[in-house]
């Protein structure tokens, strides 16, 4: 009778258990990892209109550098002005300099047609045109809202030797839905525009060298 007792009380305290290792989220409950990457304009539906045809000139891009806020694996959701919520769970598939760095060539391939377009560090035999330098301080973004990318960026010639333009970046771009993943989006839509800006500064040096 009394092992009887003990038998009841053990299955009791296994279901106990068991409903508990279940409200918890026990083995084979933890949400699965998600990695995200960038995408270039130019792999989107719409290609990108061209700025401008450059002949026999080479752009290099980089270095990029990122605010330490932003350079690491995770993906970064702005909850407020001042507050920033790591999502462990949303991550990017590679370096995020790298996956920005190989965007902007990318799109700058696209706009700047005929032109040479490399990414840092490259051959030092290779003669320069134009050496584009950018310093990202924000790049994140609110699901629902909009990312925002701010960035110092400069245009070297001379082989780096001489400053072309030195100038500051604030863009945005809204998210369409209240996901990651539309964050992600919108966080390469915004690298488009980015791009832009800078084939366009780069046509302004062409035309100032054409008038000489």
Same mark, same amino acid.
């Given at each position: /009778?009394?092992? &009887?007792?003990?038998?009841?009380?053990?299955? +009791? @305290? %296994?279901?106990?258990?068991?409903? #508990?290792?279940?409200?918890?989220?026990?083995?084979?409950?933890?949400?699965?990892?998600?990695?995200?990457?960038?995408?270039?304009?130019?792999?989107?539906?719409?290609?990108?209109?061209?700025?401008?045809?450059?002949?026999?000139?080479?752009?290099?891009?980089?270095?990029?550098?990122?605010?330490?806020?932003?350079?690491?694996?995770?993906?970064?959701?702005?909850?407020?002005?001042?507050?920033?919520?790591?999502?462990?769970?949303?991550?990017?598939?590679?370096?995020?300099?790298? /996956?920005?760095? &190989?965007?902007?060539?990318?799109?700058?391939? +696209? @706009? %700047?047609?005929?032109?040479?377009? #490399?990414?840092?560090?490259?051959?030092?035999?290779?003669?320069?045109?134009?050496?584009?330098?950018?310093?990202?301080?924000?790049?994140?973004?609110?699901?629902?809202?909009?990312?925002?990318?701010?960035?110092?960026?400069?245009?070297?010639?001379?082989?780096?030797?001489?400053?072309?333009?030195?100038?500051?970046?604030?863009?945005?771009?809204?998210?369409?839905?209240?996901?990651?993943?539309?964050?992600?989006?919108?966080?390469?839509?915004?690298?488009?525009?980015?791009?832009?800006?800078?084939?366009?500064?780069?046509?302004?040096?062409?035309?100032?060298?054409?008038?000489?």
């Amino acid at each position: /009778m009394r092992s &009887n007792h003990f038998r009841v009380i053990g299955i +009791a @305290l %296994l279901s106990s258990l068991l409903a #508990l290792n279940g409200c918890l989220g026990g083995p084979g409950k933890t949400p699965p990892t998600r990695y995200y990457v960038l995408n270039s304009s130019s792999s989107a539906e719409n290609e990108t209109v061209s700025v401008a045809i450059l002949k026999d000139d080479t752009v290099c891009v980089g270095p990029i550098k990122l605010s330490q806020v932003l350079d690491r694996p995770q993906i970064i959701v702005r909850t407020s002005k001042n507050e920033i919520r790591i999502a462990d769970l949303e991550r990017w598939a590679g370096p995020l300099h790298e /996956m920005v760095a &190989n965007v902007m060539v990318d799109n700058l391939t +696209a @706009l %700047l047609p005929g032109t040479e377009i #490399l990414k840092f560090p490259w051959p030092v035999t290779i003669p320069v045109t134009y050496q584009v330098t950018m310093d990202i301080t924000q790049f994140d973004g609110m699901p629902g809202g909009d990312v925002i990318l701010k960035a110092r960026w400069g245009i070297l010639g001379e082989n780096g030797k001489k400053v072309l333009a030195n100038k500051q970046s604030m863009l945005n771009e809204p998210i369409q839905e209240n996901t990651i993943a539309e964050m992600v989006s919108a966080q390469s839509r915004l690298l488009a525009k980015f791009s832009h800006e800078i084939a366009m500064e780069i046509k302004k040096l062409e035309e100032i060298k054409a008038e000489r």
